[in-house]
């Protein structure tokens, strides 16, 4: 009960503050004129080039250049952005046509035709860099065009969650006399054709954004200008915010910081406190001994507490999850729960001793230190506390920083570690499809040939979505029998800004990217 009651006070704040916020968006003031409206985040691109990257470097793509399809303001489906027009024209959801927007430049003045889309979509399999988006294109067989402005995408089989994939800023078109076929580019002179252009990069510093007059899409920008400003952590993003040296924060808020905004009556400070679809999991390795027998992974499953782990660790600020699937998308299911129910010492030691097991179990658990927030660390020592407390564990944590954590999980070094998943598109099919495969984003081969087989094809066949609910939750009791994955908690959108900032509720799409063109400074009150 004092979990809950703790809850509402919090969000009986944010709503106040939302309420505040809100006023703004009454005004009809002219676009910002009092200078760059200053955004920071701990979420720095690792590459420049939209070939190369299928991570937080997204932020800056969706922003600096144009997809064929987006997502409005308010959309959940995608919606024309570069296109005039989309549509299968088929009934077999294999042939994917677009029309691109007449008079489409890149904002050097380059014209933006049927040849640079295919061109864009083209390189990024034949690179095929590692961490890149080459992945996504798993149904594309071949791209074709008919004159300048159509664009015909051939898939090798149905895939109605094509559209989504399109509008991915993985997608980001660029120009064929800037980007090379076969390599990424090098530098940071880039020219885009989305609502801003880049006029100046420093790596892991900031990113100087402003208007290109030759955007042609549905984004209405509320300011001239945005800068973003890369920080290494949460704390210095908030002094930067309470110093007024930055009007806004997303991505990277850690938890004390939240409660903190939440908890204390800052007439110059606003949060947004959105719905937010990433999680955060753990992976068991089958080829360890240990990680590799069903038993032990159900005993672990058995005896994690997550509501432990979003009160204690998190705050409440991020919400218990049951499936790989998170609240809120169609198809989600809550199969830990209810297959396991609550956390249970009595339950694992039956698990482990049916299936011969008598001894502790030793496990080591792995984490990143520099990736997925400043809480990790205590989450993984929440876990060890409940496991080892069990009587049924002995726990070991190791950790490593994000670029030797990659290599480890890659080469199966890690009997089991910790991930986060921030969606590609907010459809079920990205929450299970990129975690199954011989070749997967965990690194760690999971067949479930069921699902890859049978129930994603299936689904995927299906142009109208909530007609997959039954594929959807199949996948995931699947999921839930093997014990492979192991959901731990669902993340929320917040955002920090100072009072004079509207526009953070509408900045956030459906895959959690920032829409900086959202942003704008009141005018009136």
Known sequence: MSHRNRFLRGAAAIASLSLVAGCGLLSDGDPDDQGPIVVGTTSAPSTLDPAGAWDGSWELYRNIFQTLLAYPNGATTPQPDAARACSFTDSTSRTYRCQLRAGLKFADGDPLTAAAVKHSIDRIRTIDAPGGPAGLLGSLDRVETSGDRDVVFRLNKPDATFPFVLATPAMSLVDPDDYPADSLREGT??????????????????????????????????????????????????????????????????ADDI??????????????????????????????????????????????????????????????????????????????????????AAKARKIL??????????????????????????????????????????????????????????????????????????????????????????????PAKEITGRLLPHARAESDRAQTVKDMEAA??????????????????????????????????????????????????
């Open 189 to 254: 002179d880039v020219h885009g054709s989305g609502p801003y252009e880049l006029r100046s990069y420093e790596e892991g510093e900031r990113a100087d954004l402003v208007r290109n007059d030759n955007y042609r899409g549905f984004a209405k920008r509320q300011n001239d200008a945005v800068t973003i400003r890369y920080f290494k952590d949460s704390a210095g993003m908030v002094e930067a915010l309470r110093d007024k040296r930055i009007d806004v924060t997303y991505r990277g808020l850690a």
């Open 259 to 344: 409660v903190a905004l939440q908890e204390h009556d800052d007439e110059e400070l606003q949060l947004v406190d959105g719905a937010g679809t990433d999680i955060s999991y753990l992976v068991f390795n089958p080829e360890d001994p240990w990680a590799g027998r069903i038993a032990v992974r159900k005993a672990v499953a058995q005896l994690v507490d997550r509501g432990a782990i979003a009160h204690k660790v998190y705050k409440d600020t991020v919400d218990p999850l049951y499936s790989m699937v998170p609240k809120g998308l169609t198809g989600h299911a809550t199969g830990f729960f209810d297959d396991y129910g609550e956390p249970s």
């Open 353 to 446: 001793t049916d299936a011969g097991i008598t001894r502790r179990v030793p496990l080591t658990l792995w984490y990143t230190t520099d990736r997925y927030g400043s809480e990790t660390g205590l989450m993984f020592q929440e876990l060890k506390r409940q496991l080892d407390g069990s009587g049924l564990f002995t726990i070991t944590l190791k950790s490593r920083p994000w670029k030797s954590y990659v290599a480890g999980f890659q080469k199966h070094e890690y009997p089991v570690f910790g991930r986060g998943w921030f969606p590609d598109f907010p459809d079920a099919d990205n929450f299970i499809a990129p975690f199954v495969g011989e070749h997967n984003a965990l690194g760690t081969p999971y």
């Open 476 to 525: 995931q009791q699947i999921m839930v029998d093997d014990a492979r994955l192991l959901p731990l908690w669902q993340g929320r959108q917040f955002v920090a800004a100072s009072v004079d900032i509207s526009g953070g509720e509408q900045a956030l799409d459906p895959s959690t990217v920032m829409t900086m063109w959202a942003l704008h400074r009141k005018t009136s009150w």
